[in-house]
């Protein structure tokens, strides 16, 4: 994975507390969002191109640092991820 994408964001919709994961392909501008759909399964949801009016919301995802090790951060994802 680490090869194709230069950044993972796993973040949460609020209030329902969702998952919603965001994939930064290598060398590219867009984010791509992952979602859970009404199954369970997580669907790709399309490609975010940052837009003026979410500039704040991109270059927040861009310049955040890592809080967790990558494996620790697989480890808690994988507790929201799994469970249905």
């Given at each position: 994975?680490?090869?194709?994408?230069?950044?993972?964001?796993?973040?949460?919709?609020?209030?329902?507390?969702?998952?919603?994961?965001?994939?930064?392909?290598?060398?590219?501008?867009?984010?791509?969002?992952?979602?859970?759909?009404?199954?369970?399964?997580?669907?790709?949801?399309?490609?975010?191109?940052?837009?003026?009016?979410?500039?704040?919301?991109?270059?927040?995802?861009?310049?955040?640092?890592?809080?967790?090790?990558?494996?620790?951060?697989?480890?808690?994802?994988?507790?929201?991820?799994?469970?249905n």
């Amino acid at each position: 994975m680490t090869r194709r994408f230069s950044r993972v964001v796993i973040a949460f919709d609020i209030p329902a507390y969702t998952p919603v994961i965001y994939f930064k392909p290598k060398g590219k501008e867009d984010y791509l969002k992952v979602v859970r759909d009404a199954a369970g399964d997580l669907v790709f949801q399309g490609k975010r191109t940052p837009a003026p009016y979410m500039s704040g919301f991109y270059a927040w995802l861009d310049d955040d640092k890592p809080t967790l090790d990558s494996l620790l951060a697989e480890r808690y994802a994988s507790l929201f991820l799994d469970a249905n």
